[in-house]
């Protein structure tokens, strides 16, 4: 299993590498698209930070509106270049679920001014902890936020009080 994730292969009774396959970007984003443009739903293709750079870059996402990006193995570098991005207008919907933000990147998207029109934000299952839930606790960057989905992850029963009570104003705080 391994030797396969790696690119190699066995032929026989010798290995072989094989060059990974380049993966053509614009035909899977293309392909991703839906609702004449406006949701992108690039669940589980797994593209990285380096496919989130190359993402963030394409004209389409300015009619996005929602963005189903989980099990896509996005990191805190990730959430920089997510936050760094000014191309998300009328993003209202954000799904992030089960990726490897961390603290690190839950502080970054926190503190991102790249979501002028979000209302929904999903977060679960990304290793975050006190410090970026607590981020969000702080957070004036989110002015039309209404729903917000910390579950799955490893905050403290305070860091889900101080949440709780900073977040009443939300239609929905997901935190179990």
Excluded: C
Aim: net charge positive; charged share 25%; no cysteine.
């Amino acid at each position: 299993m391994w030797a396969l994730a790696l690119g190699w292969a066995p032929m026989g009774s010798h290995a072989q590498f094989q060059e990974p396959e380049e993966i053509d970007y614009e035909t899977l984003f293309q392909q991703a698209l839906f609702r004449g443009g406006s949701y992108l739903n690039l669940r589980g293709k797994k593209i990285g930070d380096e496919g989130l750079q190359v993402l963030v870059q394409q004209d389409f996402i300015q009619a996005v509106t929602k963005a189903d990006l989980r099990y896509n193995n996005i990191t805190e570098k990730g959430a920089k270049i997510l936050a760094a991005s000014p191309a998300w207008p009328k993003l209202k919907k954000l799904i992030l679920r089960h990726n490897f933000l961390g603290d690190e990147g839950a502080v970054i998207l926190a503190r991102a001014e790249a979501f002028p029109n979000l209302e929904e934000l999903q977060l679960g299952w990304n290793e975050i902890r006190d410090a970026g839930g607590r981020a969000f606790a702080q957070s004036q960057t989110f002015p039309k936020l209404k729903k917000l989905d910390l579950r799955g992850n490893f905050l403290a029963e305070e860091t889900k009080n101080t949440l709780k009570k900073d977040l009443a104003h939300l239609q929905s705080l997901k935190l179990y």
